[in-house]
């Protein structure tokens, strides 16, 4: 059974950082892409970052690049979002993907919030 728990979101001031993280099982991260997604209030889901470990290859959403790092353990069988210099635009519930490189078939976890104050 693929399984996804996010963890690390909280209440954070500008210009603050949380390290969020995406513990999951059920399957090898060889054979998926693993992606973090965002949804503000009001507003349709995201993608804010992805990591591949078949290829190594990495990629940022725009708003993200300079500001956060996605980064992954194989031995905890997790993936890291670290999330620098925060903004209220960045207030949303968090979601870790898993999409399958078969058949593209995605799996979510259940989010973490994440509140930046103002």
């Known amino acids: 059974e693929v399984q996804l728990v996010e963890t690390g979101g909280g209440l954070v001031h500008g210009g603050g950082s949380l390290r969020l993280s995406c513990t999951f099982s059920?399957?090898?991260?060889?054979?998926?892409?693993i992606g973090w997604f965002r949804q503000a209030p009001g507003k349709e889901r995201e993608e804010v970052s992805c990591i591949s470990s078949s290829d190594g290859s990495i990629w940022y959403a725009d708003f993200a690049k300079g500001r956060f790092a996605i980064s992954s353990d194989g031995a905890k069988n997790t993936v890291y979002l670290q999330m620098n210099s925060l903004n209220s635009d960045d207030t949303a519930v968090y979601y870790c993907?898993?999409?399958?490189?078969?058949?593209?078939?995605?799996?979510w976890g259940q989010g973490t919030q994440v509140t930046v104050s103002s």
């Open positions: 059920g399957f090898s991260f060889d054979d998926y892409v």
């Open positions: 993907n898993a999409l399958r490189n078969s058949d593209y078939v995605g799996f």
